[in-house]
């Protein structure tokens, strides 16, 4: 009797991520996991599996370090202002290229872009980012096609979203790649995310 593994996601944390970047994905994906036949693993993993306090002062303990995270389907970076320091890290890129080789997919939240750009990820390729960093992103690759408009850029096997909350909106449209719009849809309800913002 054979046994197909669990899909499994994994989303990189690191000294000053921004919360929501790590947090809203993280929220629909974990309850995708409740729902969904496919039991997809999510884990939470930083470069060497110590706690990370990110942005604004949330400490979060991942489950495993880079070294121990094991095959993924599916790797989510994160943004925020520890980006910058990343896409100048070539331990850094070197990790995030030799993910690429073995990851069927790879997705950024808002400036989580970046390090995907100055590994050479994105070259070429339609990608959009926090609205205030686009120049940035042009900068660190300027053969990158950055798109100012949308909230996800969903260009096979790399997806980058917009700033913050959007990566809530990518999250979703993972799922439904993923499984099925149905499945997302009931995650949507799960999580009762129905954007009506009051200002």
């Not at 495993?64 to 989510?76: D, F, K, Q």
């Not at 980006?83 to 290229?97: E, K, M």
């Amino acid at each position: 009797m054979t046994t197909v593994p669990p899909m499994r996601v994994g989303i990189f944390v690191f000294e000053d991520a921004e919360e929501l970047d790590v947090v809203g994905p993280y929220d629909v994906l974990a309850a995708w996991a409740q729902i969904s036949e496919l039991r997809p693993e999510v884990v939470l993993f930083s470069t060497d599996g110590a706690g990370v306090r990110l942005a604004k002062g949330l400490k979060i303990v991942p489950d495993c370090a880079t070294a121990e995270v094991g095959p993924l389907h599916v790797l989510i970076h994160p943004g925020g202002q520890g980006t910058r320091r990343l896409a100048l890290d070539s331990d850094h890129l070197a990790w995030l290229r030799q993910m690429r080789r073995s990851t069927p997919l790879i997705a950024s939240v808002c400036t989580g872009a970046l390090p995907l750009a100055a590994a050479g990820l994105l070259a070429g390729r339609p990608a959009t980012t926090y609205w205030d960093a686009f120049d940035e992103l042009a900068r660190l690759d300027p053969s990158v096609l950055v798109d100012t408009d949308a909230r996800f850029v969903d260009d096979g096997d790399v997806v980058t979203s917009a700033g913050v909350s959007a990566g809530i909106d990518m999250a979703l449209h993972l799922v439904a790649r993923l499984e099925t719009v149905t499945v997302a849809r009931a995650v949507k309800r799960a999580i009762q995310y129905e954007p009506e913002p009051p200002v």
